[in-house]
């Protein structure tokens, strides 16, 4: 009886390793940022986005220039008390518009923003899903630059390869068409945070 349990308990032992293998989970790493490298699709939509955040930063250096100019003109000598007065509320009252004019166009940004980057996601989302069945993976990571300390150690071959078949997927499937829905208006996001008119700067300091 011993015998036939020690046997027993071997055999057990010895399947253990492949049932174990067999049970082990199939997962890969989606980096939507090594997406937007390798993808030409993807680029497109990056070109986009920056193409209107150029346009709207160009609208708001004009009205900033405009600002600059009057706060120079409070520096001429020449200037009545009434004259520099008026000039005063002028340059006031544009350093109001200006920054809604920065707060509108950092909400329009976002709209257009969540509408591009929405189809995105709606393209790519299909992509992944189905690689992932053919591949019989039970999980798939999102790999960001956010949740990078999750991982202490990846093969960087292995962790591209995945997003790399779906840059290859997405391009082939999108081939000639528009990248992105075309913006309602010509406005955009700042490229970069608002600047501050210098006459506010000056009369603040």
């Known amino acids: 009886m011993r015998r036939i349990l020690a046997l027993a308990a071997i055999a057990t032992l010895a399947t253990a390793p492949m049932l174990a293998q067999e049970a082990a989970p199939r997962f890969a790493i989606f980096a939507p940022d090594q997406l937007f490298k390798t993808s030409a699709r993807a680029k497109k939509v990056v070109e986009q986005l920056d193409g209107i955040g150029k346009g709207l930063q160009e609208k708001l250096l004009v009205k900033q220039k405009e600002l600059e100019k009057m706060a120079e003109q409070l520096k001429s000598p020449g200037l009545s008390d009434e004259g520099r007065a008026?000039?005063?509320?002028?340059?006031?009252?544009?350093?109001?518009?200006?920054?809604?004019?920065?707060?509108?166009?950092?909400?329009?940004?976002?709209?257009?923003?969540d509408?591009?980057?929405?189809?995105?996601?709606?393209?790519?989302?299909?992509?992944?899903?189905?690689?992932?069945?053919e591949r019989k993976l039970q999980v798939v990571f999102?790999?960001?630059?956010?949740?990078?300390?999750?991982?202490?150690?990846?093969?960087?071959?292995?962790?591209?390869?995945?997003?790399?078949?779906?840059?290859?997927?997405?391009?082939?499937?999108?081939?000639?068409?528009?990248?992105?829905?075309?913006?309602?208006?010509?406005?955009?996001?700042?490229?970069?945070?608002?600047?501050?008119?210098?006459?506010?700067?000056?009369?603040?300091g």
Do not use: C, H
């Open 142 to 204: 999102q790999y960001t630059r956010q949740n990078a300390g999750m991982f202490a150690f990846t093969d960087d071959k292995w962790a591209v390869e995945f997003t790399d078949e779906i840059a290859k997927r997405y391009d082939a499937k999108f081939v000639g068409k528009s990248a992105a829905p075309q913006a309602e208006a010509p406005v955009a996001k700042p490229a970069t945070p608002a600047v501050k008119p210098a006459g506010k700067a000056k009369k603040n």
């Open 115 to 133: 509408k591009i980057y929405g189809q995105f996601q709606q393209e790519v989302g299909p992509i992944v899903e189905e690689l992932s069945r």
């Open 86 to 113: 008026k000039l005063q509320r002028d340059l006031q009252d544009g350093e109001v518009a200006f920054k809604r004019a920065q707060e509108d166009s950092q909400k329009e940004f976002n709209k257009e923003s």
